[in-house]
């Protein structure tokens, strides 16, 4: 028999992943920057961001930088020498050693512990949060115990099993860098993400929760790291009448155009979070009764700044797809669909989504480093998914996983069409 379809219209705008959304604020301080000629990377709006960030997410310093990358990559330098003194010269602050990091992310997560010579070795994801697995942490410390430092994502806003995590950094006496990058906002038991790590940063990238264009910050509540990040990330002068340096330095401080931007950003971050929260649960009700879940969360313990509706279709729902280092293809099945088609689609119809970020373990550029999971090491299993054995949690999670269009400019109307859209490809 023939089902009427009800026609869906292609978007005449594009419905975005995550655009940036503009206040009008944003150019008063740009324009304020201009007119006085600071125009630099000194200035009021430089003097404001970090004092409205720093009072934001509770800590005493922040300092803003020209990326939430350069805000990492200093993070890196700091433990670094905090755990293995002072770097040699020609040599990286990690010079060798190994660093614990998430293994579902952006690749800025990890770039930085290549930057100063270190190893990453990759932490397997676990399901309820899609962030680093507390059990993987633990076999990976009773691998290699020499190591000292962890780098912990909050994928697509949602805080990981902090609590965990730190616990088991505790017991191993390992230093904590926080990427917060996208979570700018989110809270875990009533206290900020940025303010866990013993170094933490965040970014204000173009499709960010807030954004300058570009920017980043360092947060910390000790003086002595936010003096040092400042200096590092302005060339590393020295107090001198002439340019004198010590150290190696950076060209890393924001710009004060750039910090208008954020200037008229920031009040308006919770309005965002809202924003991004009622299109995660519109979502959450629109896809019921179709084998599809929501990226999880801790309800309990943990309010996300929900920066990306995602889903991950189950396992019995998936037809066939096949990904190689470039290419993918997947045969349509009734009743069935994967990440491959469903993006496909809603390109189809002018909206974006994202497949989940690529596991690092499973980047060419990383293929030499170490992956652990919660059993073991996971270079073995890799392919386990196939088999439908998922021990690879964070290579599963890709598989069947995808972002959804997650802008909040994006209308309840608009949103109720992608809702359509993904409907129509379980048909
Ligand atoms: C965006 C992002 C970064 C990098 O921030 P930039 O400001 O683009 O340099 C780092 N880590 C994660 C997880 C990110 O999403």
Redesign the pocket.
Known sequence: MFKAKKEIKRFENKIWLSSPTMHGDEIKYVTEAYETNWMSTVGQNINEVERLSAEYVGCKYAVALS????A?HLCTKLAGEKLYGMPKANEGALQGRKVFCSDV??D??VNPIAYENGEAVFIDTERDTWNMDPAALEKAFELYPDVKLVVL?H?YGTPAKIDEIKAVCDRHGALIIE?A??SLGASYKGKQTGTFGDYN?I???GN?IITGS???MFFTDSREDAEKVRKWSTQSREAAPWYQHEEIGYNYRMSNVIAGVVRGQLPYLDEHIAQKKAIYMRYKEGLKGLPVKMNPYDEKNSEPNFWLSCIIIDEDAMCKQVRSGQDVAYIAESGKSCPTEILEKLAEYNAEGRPVWKPMHAQPVYRMNAFITAQGNGRAKTNAYIEGGCEDVGMDIFQRGLCLPSDNKMTAEEQDVIIEIIRSCFE
């Open positions: 990326a939430g990358t350069a990492l992310t952006f800025a997560t994502v994928l990427d990058a996208e940063a970014s204000f990238n960010k570009s920017g980043g």
